[in-house]
């Protein structure tokens, strides 16, 4: 069963958080502020946050000056993930992702299903990773960033986690991009 090794010492990782909103302002923000304050309550540091609109172009980018950003090793966006025309954000980390993964968005379902039951169909959470970058695509409510740190994210960004977490593959990540 997955545990915290107290043992281990504790790896601050820097984290970008992105709220994709055609109408928001950080002062509205509740769901970009439920990841800060679960962030920073874990011990990690919050590197950037930004909110963007919903166009596939602009979230794009922001990925990817992130993603070349060495100051960020994770990047958490939510919004845009829901079925409407307007919703692209999963499109867009797609465009960037290297590698998907693919188990992300599985688990995201089943611990969304104990909550709001078959509705968690229409999320579609997301996660990957890009230039030794994790990726994750939120929904736009807290309670759906709320269920994706506390059932995943908080446990798989921490070092001490066992069996495994993502922190303690991160020095591998890019190593395809590494000269040999």
């Known amino acids: ?10 790896i601050p990782i820097r984290i970008a958080v992105l709220t994709v909103s055609d109408t928001r ?11 800060v304050e679960r962030i920073e309550k874990a011990g990690h540091v919050v590197a950037d946050r930004k ?8 979230i794009v980018d922001q990925l990817r000056a992130w993603v070349a950003d060495t100051g960020i090793d994770v990047v958490i ?34 611990i969304s299903m104990e909550k709001i039951g078959t509705s968690a169909v229409q999320s579609r959470a997301t996660g990957g990773v890009a230039g030794g970058t994790y990726l994750f695509a939120l929904p736009g409510s ?13 446990k798989q960004l921490d070092y001490r986690h066992r069996p495994c ?15 040999k």
């Open 1 to 10: 069963m997955s545990r915290i090794d107290e043992t281990i010492e504790f």
């Open 25 to 35: 302002s950080v002062d509205e923000d509740r769901s970009g502020q439920t990841l």
């Open 51 to 58: 909110i963007i609109q919903d166009e596939r172009a602009q």
């Open 77 to 110: 966006s939510t919004g845009g993930t829901g079925l409407t025309g307007r919703d692209v954000t999963v499109e867009a980390h797609r465009d960037v992702y290297e590698k998907e993964i693919d188990a992300f968005g599985t688990v995201f379902t089943i």
């Open 142 to 154: 807290p309670g759906a960033c709320k269920d994706a740190w506390d059932g995943i994210l908080e």
């Open 165 to 179: 977490n993502f922190v303690e593959i991160m020095p591998r990540l890019d190593e395809h991009l590494r000269r």
